[in-house]
């Protein structure tokens, strides 16, 4: 995955992206909503080759990316998306997570990686729907994805994974319209 919105460059994460991606997955801000606690070094190392691996693999099932911005070239979160779990796939063709190093929020960054990453999704991989589910306190979340033009379609209970009920954000192929300028970079290789 590899494509440009005005303010960001978004592809795959690498290896070597560790020690940036630290400073976003080592912050308990961060993480309070997130399905990992505050991770240390040696558990942000081995998510990013665990990331760098899939994006390696051929076929491809997912999509990794680093958030890098523009202006600066620094890493300032992640967004991936890649296959629903099985008991989620009636909700949409694939889903996605993310998250933006706390010194970044509030400038409607991931509203804009989020759209970028909605067009990569209908215009490469082809896909009729996408969607995300954030926790039901997490309103910041809520909102970036409402800003990028998805709607809310169901909420989950909170189970295993979750410890508190979510809230499910979708995009359909047909109906999503595109606020911003996105160049895509990376063609479809083979999700
Ligand atoms: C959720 C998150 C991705 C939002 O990204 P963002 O680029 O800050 O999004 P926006 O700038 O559009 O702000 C969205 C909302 O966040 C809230 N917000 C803004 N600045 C904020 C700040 N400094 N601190 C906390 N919340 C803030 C506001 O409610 C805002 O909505 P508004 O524009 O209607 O006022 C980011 O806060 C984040 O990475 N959080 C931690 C990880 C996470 O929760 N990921 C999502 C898991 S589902």
């Not at 978004?10 to 505050?38: C, N, T």
């Not at 099985?86 to 990686?113: K, N, T, V």
Request: with cysteine; net charge negative.
């Amino acid at each position: 995955m590899h494509y440009l919105t005005p303010r960001l460059e978004v592809r795959d994460i690498q290896d070597a992206d560790w020690e940036a991606m630290h400073r976003v997955r080592g912050d308990p801000l961060v993480s309070r909503y997130m399905d990992f606690k505050p991770a240390t070094a040696a558990e942000t190392r081995a998510w990013v080759e665990e990331c760098a691996e899939h994006n390696r693999a051929r076929p491809r099932f997912a999509h990794l990316g680093a958030i890098v911005l523009r202006q600066t070239g620094e890493i300032i979160g992640h967004i991936g998306v890649g296959h629903p779990d099985s008991h989620l796939r009636d909700i949409g063709d694939r889903d996605f997570g993310y998250a933006l190093r706390r010194d970044c929020w509030g400038r409607g960054l991931m509203p804009e990686a989020i759209g970028g990453l909605l067009c990569f999704c209908f215009r490469e991989l082809k896909v009729n729907s996408v969607f995300a589910q954030c926790a039901k306190g997490n309103t910041a979340s809520a909102r970036a994805m409402a800003k990028a033009g998805m709607v809310f379609v169901r909420e989950l209970q909170a189970s295993a994974e979750s410890h508190e009920p979510s809230r499910v954000y979708i995009a359909g192929a047909e109906t999503w319209e595109q606020g911003q300028d996105v160049i895509i970079i990376a063609k479809q290789d083979g999700l």
